[in-house]
């Protein structure tokens, strides 16, 4: 079983950056894929990006494509999630998640949510 724990939101000002982290402990699957998911207050969990847990492949979702950049460091269990160019509408709870393919899109395609990480960005 797999256990998230994700760090790093904050309160900022549009225009900033922040980079956001996803500690995995316990046995994640080679082959599966760690994303980040995003989840306003009165919406949907809504799929940002994913990386596979070995190799290099990511997916992202298009409305975030060019200012967010995920990542990891194998070394420390982490995935990361690099925002730019913060922007009011990114407010959220960020989510870490666990999925069997880097292309899973849906939240139902993941598990073993970590709490989440609030993020704020005021105008």
């Known amino acids: 079983q797999v256990q998230l724990v994700e760090s790093g939101g904050g309160l900022v000002q549009a225009g900033d950056s922040l980079r956001l982290s996803c500690l995995a402990s316990g046995r994640v699957i080679s082959s599966s894929a760690l994303g980040w998911f995003r989840q306003a207050p009165g919406k949907e969990r809504e799929f940002v990006a994913a990386i596979r847990w070995m190799g290099h492949t990511t997916n992202y979702a298009n409305s975030v494509r060019g200012r967010f950049t995920i990542s990891k460091d194998s070394d420390k269990r982490t995935i990361y999630l690099q925002i730019n160019n913060l922007k009011p509408e990114d407010t959220a709870v960020y989510y870490c998640?666990?999925?069997?393919?880097?292309?899973?899109?849906?939240?139902?395609?993941?598990?073993?949510w970590g709490q989440g990480t609030q993020v704020t960005v005021s105008s």
């Open positions: 998640g666990n999925a069997a393919s880097v292309w899973a899109v849906s939240a139902r395609d993941y598990d073993s």
